[in-house]
């Protein structure tokens, strides 16, 4: 299970990368949200996908999964959808004001 994980994290990785590339704002976003979501899976492959008792200590409890990956994806979760909110409206206000959403036109002319 852990193959097909990292497997699907590096597939969002170069599918992030790919949009990040790109000359439109929006995919631009739609990368850094891609690579959020590549992390989050390699963070959680990288805590093992194993099952077990919740971690709360009784006498007589077996194995214990690890709350750390969970709890870093759930930060990690909200901090990039701040991040997403933020980007979008810098593309909305950007693209208003300028009528373009291309970062070539955005960047403007050496001679300027």
Do not use: C
Not at 7 to 18: D, K, M, P, R, S
Not at 43 to 72: N, W
């Amino acid at each position: 299970m852990e193959i097909i994980m990292a497997v699907l994290a590096g597939l969002l990785f170069a599918t992030a990368i790919y949009n990040l590339l790109q000359k439109q704002i929006l995919r631009i976003i739609i990368g850094t949200v891609l690579l959020s979501h590549g992390a989050h899976l390699f963070i959680l492959t990288m805590g093992k996908l194993k099952r077990g008792d919740p971690p709360i200590i009784v006498e007589g409890a077996g194995p214990f999964t690890d709350p750390l990956p969970q709890a870093l994806i759930l930060t990690s979760i909200v901090i990039s959808f701040g991040v997403t909110s933020f980007l979008l409206v810098l593309a909305y206000r950007a693209s208003t004001l300028n009528k373009t959403d291309n970062m070539e036109e955005l960047r403007g002319s050496e001679h300027e």
